[in-house]
């Protein structure tokens, strides 16, 4: 079989149910009569591989009759196939598509497209649907024309956001660099960089890696669409603002060096704009005046030091990075540049929970330092505080306060925390002590865990291990795993869901009504105020809480939650939740007066979207019960 019609076996293995083949058909861009003559080579192969058989039925569909061993064998022999190559390949065939789109004024063909790239028409019309989709967010349109082509109409500026953010269309920011550069010759490239080095030097300037590739990148588009007469059109009020700045003397000595070499004359309006790229690029080592952003980094560090109960306001380099990232942030915000993170919806995945809390006050900085901060932003804020925890953790030395309860000598007490202080960095051993010593210990002092060589006879409410004395290489891994075990297990989904706040969904819905419903199930059950509901709309409306993999997490204010809960959404089919599909829905409602147990709580919902498994399993389920023994069950799969 092709790779088309493996595709096509893999769709028909997923599903258990009839499937049009017209739906077949659009799901892989061809025609009907193409998914057809497939289906007769699928059959072959799965009446030979097999015990089962492919089943047509006139005016329905087809589907595969197998059993499930099969069905699961058959699966992961094809499910294992690469795809890679060909989703380069189609990511490659869009960004060729977009630039030469953007960069010329006449229709493009879409037959001449599909004979370039050795496809079919169907392919390139549903690139160019999306490519449209996609360029309405920058206002510009795309038209087709019949007989003649496409063509992408709108003003310059536009155009020139649209190949700036070109790389969250195909989310590949090095396929998108490396093709840029592809765009020019190496002694153009090489001309701008000696002048752009040049204009450090002069300046004492040292700008971010990202920022000096974004430099060079918007200098070189400049002097191409200058040089193609494509010039930036600029309100007249903004062009006074930056004429007024250092940066635009700055871009204009770097132009005037450039004209030259280029032949070529950069307008007033052409100065301007890269001044503001100047003026929104990321530097280090900041000078005294330029540090006028000072207190709103100073109030960020100290809102999520409140909110976290984490003492960031003690790590001197988040401040100075958070400076940094502001200042060229908020220049950015101010001059109307646009603002783009790659790593955006793996940031959000990846840290919900400080994703979050800096997204809840990015509205509140926006009514007291007059300042709205995009979400884009958020995400590289994000980075910053997660690096700050880390630097936390790591200073610390030893993070987990540990008892031993030893039931042997003194000797073999301190033996075994010899071995334990040497072989766990991450633990600090605060006395060995007997069994009969350990209630009254753990009432004076704060433990973490209990390591006894001995069963405990009671169960207590700090997590205890049982090892060998002499502690082996088993046992070892042992305790590695159950210091793990407790950084996840610091609080559980479960712990807040009731079974009438799990609801399943047959047929899709739209994000909103999911929300209202779910916070509206809290809110009869005294759980939340009934203003909450508005508040998670309003969240919801300020920032996706899509986190990725088929999760979201929308949540409204805290203030307004008398009882911490839960309330789950199952999606039979899934959802669309802005730019994401969503199949599981967390109405969150948990208060943050234990900000470790909330960063667990979010840890362990992140966890589930790195288990794609898991997730099919608990969307499969048809009654609230088993969605949340699944949910219970995650703790000991992690």
């Known amino acids: 079989m092709n790779r088309r019609q493996q595709k096509l076996l893999l769709m028909l293995l997923e599903s258990k149910e009839t499937e049009r083949v017209s739906k077949l058909a659009d799901h892989l861009s061809c025609s009907e009569k193409t998914v057809r003559n497939d289906l007769g080579t699928i059959k072959e192969y799965v009446e030979n591989e097999t015990n ?16 499930e061993y099969e069905r699961s064998r058959l699966y992961q022999t094809f499910s ?16 060729e598509i977009v630039y030469e789109l953007l960069m010329t004024k006449d229709p493009v063909s879409i037959q001449g497209l599909s004979e370039r790239y050795y496809v079919n028409r169907l392919v390139i019309r549903k690139d160019l ?37 070109l790389r969250e269309f195909v989310h590949d920011d090095t396929l ?13 490239i090489s001309l701008v960089e000696t002048e752009l080095r040049t204009h450090q030097a002069e300046h004492d300037i040292s700008y971010t890696d990202e920022a000096y590739e974004n430099l060079l990148m918007h200098t070189l588009f400049t002097i191409k669409r200058v040089k193609q007469r494509h010039v930036v059109t600029l309100r007249e009020e903004d062009v006074e603002r930056v004429t007024s700045t250092a940066e635009y003397q700055w871009a204009k000595s770097l132009l005037k060096k450039l004209e030259f070499v280029f032949v070529v004359h950069f307008p007033q309006e052409e100065i301007a704009y890269l001044a503001l790229h100047f003026i929104g690029a990321k530097r280090r080592g900041m000078k005294e005046d330029e540090l006028e952003i000072d207190p709103i980094a100073t109030d960020l560090v100290r809102r999520m030091s409140e909110l976290t109960s984490l003492s960031f306001h003690d790590d001197d380099d988040l401040l100075e990075g958070l400076r940094v990232h502001l200042y060229a942030a908020l220049n950015r915000i101010t001059y109307g540049l646009s603002v783009t993170n790659p790593m955006l919806q793996e940031i959000k995945q990846m840290y919900p929970y400080l994703f979050d809390l800096l997204i809840g006050l990015s509205t509140e900085f926006s009514e007291k330092h007059g300042v709205m901060i995009p979400e884009d932003e958020v995400a590289y804020l994000t980075l910053h505080f997660e690096a700050a925890v880390e630097r936390l953790h790591s200073n610390r030395g030893k993070q987990k306060r540990a008892v031993i309860v030893c039931h042997l000598g003194v000797g073999m ?14 633990l600090t051993i605060l006395d060995c002590i007997s069994q009969v010593e350990l209630p009254s210990f753990l009432k004076k002092e704060e433990v973490d865990l209990v390591i006894s060589t001995v069963e405990l006879k009671t169960v207590q409410a700090v997590p205890s291990i049982v090892i060998s004395p002499l502690l082996n290489i088993e046992e070892e891994s ?11 297990s610091s609080a559980i989904v479960t712990d807040y869901v009731k079974p009438e706040f799990v609801f399943i969904y047959e047929e899709p819905v739209h994000r909103f009504d999911v929300i209202e419903e779910l ?11 009934k203003e909450y509901t508005t508040r998670a709309l309003e969240r919801e409306r300020a920032s996706s809480t899509s986190i990725g993999s088929g999760i979201a997490i929308p949540h409204g204010d805290p203030k307004l939650i008398h009882k911490s809960a839960i309330a789950v959404g199952i999606m039979k089919e899934p959802i669309e939740w802005e730019k994401e599909n969503v199949s599981l829905v967390f109405l969150l409602a948990v208060n943050n007066d234990n900000s470790e147990a909330t960063r667990a709580l979010f840890r362990e919902i992140s966890s589930l979207s790195e288990n794609p498994h898991l997730l099919r399993e608990i969307v499969s389920k048809s009654d609230p019960e088993s969605v949340i023994d699944i949910l219970g069950g995650n703790r000991s799969s992690q």
Request: cysteine-free; aromatic content about 10%.
């Open 52 to 67: 089962g058989e492919l089943v047509k039925k006139p005016g329905l569909g087809v589907y595969i009759q197998v059993d």
């Open 176 to 188: 998108v660099q490396s093709f840029f550069k592809k765009q020019f010759s190496p002694y153009e």
């Open 413 to 426: 007490s301190q033996l075994l925390r010899t071995k334990l202080e040497r072989k766990f960095a991450s």
């Open 80 to 95: 294992s196939v690469d795809t890679k190559k060909e989703e380069v390949i189609e990511r490659q065939r869009k960004v």
């Open 129 to 165: 649907e999306d490519i449209r989709t996609w360029l309405e967010e920058f206002e510009l349109a795309l038209h087709f024309k019949q007989k003649v082509g496409v063509l992408v109409d709108g003003e310059e500026m536009a155009k020139r956001r649209a190949l700036a953010r």
């Open 478 to 488: 042992k305790l590695e795993a159950f210091i793990q075990e407790i950084d996840r």
């Open 519 to 529: 916070s509206n199930a809290l809110s009869r059950s005294g759980y939340v105020t």
